[in-house]
């Protein structure tokens, strides 16, 4: 068995992640941030006619701009963190159920699981499992 704490995780995310989709609240605006001269081409129009009229209105946006792209940029690792954290400060409440048990599992489940083991046929396992019936469908098509 390997230590999950060994094994270094992988986050993926879209390329867009850290540059599409930044919403500035007080201008109830989504924005695409590339560079600096590339979101004061887009949107320094629009923010001038949304009340964003001076060079240090306009800078506070650009700050807080970059502080979410800096939250974006860092997000897989602060999760990791968060993760590795709570993997080794969690004590639970109930450790028995986070083992599975035969005694949790339903008799005729038991069955179907048995009957394929033991190199049973399709013609027979499709017999069990019509014989759960309406059962089984409930448990698959909820």
């Known amino acids: 068995m390997t230590n999950e704490g060994d094994r270094k995780s992988r986050f993926y995310t879209c390329s867009c992640f850290t540059t599409d989709n930044i919403f500035l609240d007080e201008y109830k605006l989504h924005v695409r ?14 923010l001038t006619r949304l009340g964003c009229v001076t060079e240090q209105q306009f800078v506070d946006v650009l700050t807080k701009i970059s502080q979410e792209v800096d939250r974006r940029r860092c997000v897989c690792e602060t999760s990791a963190e968060r993760t590795a954290a709570i993997k080794h400060m969690y004590q639970p ?5 986070y083992h599975l048990q035969e005694s949790y599992l339903a008799p005729k ?3 179907i699981v048995e009957y394929c083991r033991s ?3 399709c013609e027979g396992l499709v017999e069990l499992l019509e014989d759960v019936g309406g059962k089984l469908e409930r448990a698959f098509i909820s």
């Open 119 to 121: 190199s049973g046929t």
């Open 33 to 46: 941030f590339v560079s600096e001269k590339q979101f004061r081409l887009d949107y320094q129009p629009l």
């Open 93 to 97: 409440l109930h450790p028995h159920v």
């Open 109 to 111: 489940f038991k069955q």
